[in-house]
T-cell receptor
Framework: DTGVSQNPRHKITKRGQNVTFRCDPI?????LYWYRQTLGQGPEFLTY????????KSRLLSDRFSAERPKGSFSTLEIQRTEQGDSAMYLC????????????FGSGTRLTVV | AQTVTQSQPEMSVQEAETVTLSCTYD???????LFWYKQPPSRQMILVIR??????QNATENRFSVNFQKAAKSFSLKISDSQLGDAAMYFC?????????????FGKGTKLSVKP
């Protein structure tokens, strides 16, 4: 297993367009998380899944954002009608059950909205 | 709501020396986990060390150790024998054992530079 994989690494899009990011977690991890990180800030929680169930969503996750994790495997994060304020690094992480486990993060997808 | 504060935006250390990064947090919970993550310029976050709040003994991982002061809500990271590869952003993070188990709360980070 090569860790958490995120695609694409970089995405440039025009304002108003829709974008979708993909995350492939470590196969034996049943929890998957999405975070957003802007320059000079720590990551901010967006949402997380346990298997295919989306258990928690942050208030940061506006109605333009939607995340799925079909069959409890990979996950997608879609942003509709992108705005310049959506420009950020989107990080995916996975973990096993249990709060004592640290998360394994992917390298992230950098989104630039022009 | 829990918060994590890192009061040192930037720190610098000479190679082979020791440096301590500060972190304080605010919570009303008694059980939780604390973490330090490293984010090198390649941007992938790497777990450095974890501490369970119910354990009094400070966690240690090779050259990395923490000073966990539960009453003071302080969780500092000490890096001994600093190496050039330690240069990175370091984030302190809090994880609840209660309601919001999915939410790892991060501080704003400390940028560590290592001088040869």
């Amino acid at each position: 297993d090569t860790g958490v994989s995120q695609n694409p690494r970089h995405k440039i899009t025009k304002r108003g367009q829709n974008v979708t990011f993909r995350c492939d977690p470590i196969s034996e991890h049943n929890r998957l998380y999405w975070y957003r990180q802007t320059l000079g800030q720590g990551p901010e929680f967006l949402t997380y899944f346990q298997n295919e169930a989306q258990l928690e969503k942050s208030r940061l996750l506006s109605d333009r954002f939607s995340a799925e994790r079909p069959k409890g495997s990979f996950s997608t994060l879609e942003i509709q009608r992108t705005e310049q304020g959506d420009s950020a690094m989107y990080l995916c992480a996975s973990s096993s059950n249990g709060a004592n486990y640290g998360y394994t993060f992917g390298s992230g997808t950098r989104l630039t909205v022009v | 709501a829990q918060t994590v504060t890192q009061s040192q935006p930037e720190m610098s250390v000479q190679e082979a020396e020791t440096v301590t990064l500060s972190c304080t947090y605010d919570t009303s919970e008694s059980d939780y986990y604390l973490f330090w993550y490293k984010q090198p310029p390649s941007r992938q976050m790497i777990l450095v060390i974890r501490q369970e709040a119910y354990k009094q003994q400070n966690a240690t991982e090779n050259r990395f150790s923490v000073n966990f002061q539960k009453a003071a809500k302080s969780f500092s990271l000490k890096i001994s024998d600093s190496q050039l590869g330690d240069a990175a952003m370091y984030f302190c993070a809090y994880r609840s054992l209660g309601g919001s188990q999915g939410n790892l709360i991060f501080g704003k980070g400390t940028k560590l530079s290592v001088k040869p």
